[in-house]
């Protein structure tokens, strides 16, 4: 065996000190992002895009320089809840997010296509690298925090996303069924496997307050959320309820003003987290 040089790119050996490959990307030369915070859900229709959307306006509204990478690359659903209709436009340099209304900085699948109705009929490595793109060729400035609409589940394309674009921290977003809280725990448990931090739980859907009677009424179940958040040690939980305000404004482009009160204490735990 010759005389180990410490650099293992140009080593085959498998020796002990052999660290691990690393598959991350470098962000585009004129990006600056402090902050990346993915958001997850083990299944689709639970409110990822809205919490990852409310998180955002929330940050935004504080003075926070705010970004959107929508990884959710065949359901993108963040342009139309922020009400964007502008496209996406490249310089010479790289690929330009689009602002929101309040100046959300937003890159999605949605800003590219000529019809936002057109499916993205695409197999898994196009979609993983389209989302690598969205982090290596577009120019996201002086950003003081990402949030990143994952894919959901937990296949080939999150996958990609995390060995290639450094996550800081996870917010997983559930709803109240017992189908759900396995579902969960597989996103929790590949958190664990990525070796990255899980800020909080997002418990969507977690009940209805009746406005007659002010009685609350557990929709899809009674919540066992503060259980799963114990088991995995995850420190914060935001309950939001079911409210057709929520899903009218994002059918509307209209969530920027109409901030979830709910979501409040999960974006101080984003804002004051530090890897
Ligand atoms: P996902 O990103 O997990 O697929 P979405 O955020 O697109 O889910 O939400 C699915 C649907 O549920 C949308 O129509 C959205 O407006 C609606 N929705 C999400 N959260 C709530 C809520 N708390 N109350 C009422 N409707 C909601």
């Known amino acids: ?41 083990g299944k689709g229709g639970v409110g990822k895009s809205t919490v990852t959307t409310q998180l955002a306006c929330h940050t935004q509204a504080k003075g926070l320089k705010t970004a959107i990478l929508d990884a959710d690359i065949t359901g993108p659903s963040i342009p139309k809840m922020l009400g964007i209709t502008d ?9 330009l997010p689009v602002k ?37 060729d ?21 996958l990609t996303v995390f060995q290639s674009i450094p996550v800081d921290g996870i917010v997983i977003v559930t709803s109240p069924q017992q189908l759900v809280s396995m579902i969960v725990k597989k996103a929790a448990n590949m958190a664990k496997m990525m070796n990255i931090p899980i800020i909080g739980i997002v418990e969507n859907m977690s009940y209805f307050q009746c406005p007659d009677c002010n009685g609350i009424h557990h929709i899809f179940g009674e919540s066992n959320i503060e259980e799963i958040a114990a088991e995995y040690g995850i420190k914060h ?38 890897k």
Not at 12 to 19: A, G, I, L, M, P
């Open 1 to 41: 065996m010759s005389e180990c040089t410490h650099d293992c790119s140009t080593c085959s050996q498998n020796c002990s000190e052999r660290k691990p490959e690393s598959f991350l990307e470098a962000p585009h030369k004129l990006s600056n992002i402090k902050k990346v915070i993915a958001v997850v859900s």
């Open 138 to 158: 577009v120019i996201w400035e002086n950003e003081d925090i990402m949030f990143i609409d994952m894919p959901p589940g937990t296949g080939d394309v999150p």
């Open 237 to 274: 939980v935001a309950k939001l309820p079911i409210n057709p305000e929520t899903s009218k404004k994002s059918d509307e482009g209209l969530s920027e003003y109409n901030l979830n009160p709910f979501i409040e204490s999960m974006v101080e735990a984003v804002i004051d987290y530090e």
């Open 87 to 95: 496209k996406a436009y490249g310089t010479e340099d790289g690929l």
């Open 100 to 136: 929101s209304n309040t100046g959300i900085d937003v890159m999605s699948v949605n800003l590219l296509l000529d019809d936002e109705t057109a499916p993205v009929v695409w197999r898994g490595p196009v979609i993983g690298g389209t989302v690598k793109q969205f982090w290596t």
